[in-house]
């Protein structure tokens, strides 16, 4: 066994330490492409690539059916009510969306070290079974329950994080636990609004001096 393998494994058992927000993933990889590489046989542990067929253990036609399909979203673990744990459809408007990223494999990289505990669960519903995706916002982890009965545990991605932070807030809009994340994705947005708005008015006074500087060109080539 490499001494990778081995600080891997040994990393494995310490993964009863208390969960802390986004903690650093324990091998330093960033997606699971270079973890595949890296390590094949943990990786495979983890989440099978280089696809989703691998990941989900499907087929082509299986994952198209969870794209097309309708998805529900539940709460679940603390703060979850009684009326929360029940099922709710994903609005058509950003089941799309959300799925497109779910079912991406390039939406996931390494999981982290933490115990996991999720607030959400999204389930997909399919001839072949059901699928779900249990979500801990803590660490950023999605443990993936396939109709087999194996288990996937991988480490969201932000725009998948993102995602499902925009479907909760509409569905549960005055969740306790989960509002304090619903100002910090706000914050972001508003960043990024900013971020281009200033990228546009910097593009319009980069066209506007070129347009400048053309028009003086032309000028001194018809006076030439």
């Not at 390039?106 to 999981?111: C, G, L, M, R, T």
């Amino acid at each position: 066994m490499s001494p990778l393998r081995v600080s891997l494994t040994f990393a494995l058992l310490l993964s009863l330490a208390a969960c802390q927000p986004h903690p650093p993933r324990f091998t330093g990889l960033s997606t699971l492409d270079d973890l595949r590489r890296a390590s094949p046989g943990l990786a495979a542990a983890f989440a099978p690539g280089p696809t989703s067929y691998q990941l989900f253990d499907c087929s082509r036609s299986e994952l198209l059916s969870l794209h097309t399909g309708r998805a529900s979203i539940a709460r679940i673990g603390e703060g979850a009510s009684p009326e929360t744990q029940k099922p709710a459809s994903i609005p058509e408007s950003e089941d799309g969306a959300l799925l497109g990223r779910l079912l991406d494999y390039q939406s996931y990289s390494e999981p982290t070290v933490c115990d996991f505990e999720p607030a959400l669960v999204i389930t997909c519903q399919t001839s072949k079974g059901t699928y779900r995706f249990l979500v801990c916002f803590a660490c950023s982890d999605i443990s993936v329950r396939l109709p087999s009965g194996k288990r996937r545990m991988v480490h969201m991605v932000p725009e998948l994080r993102r995602a499902i932070l925009r479907v909760a807030r509409g569905i549960y809009p005055d969740d306790s636990v989960l509002k304090p994340l619903y100002r910090k994705h706000r914050v972001w947005q508003t960043m990024k609004r900013q971020q281009h708005r200033k990228r546009g008015e910097q593009n319009g006074c980069r066209e506007r001096l070129e347009g400048y500087l053309s028009c003086q060109q032309r000028l001194a080539l018809a006076v030439a």
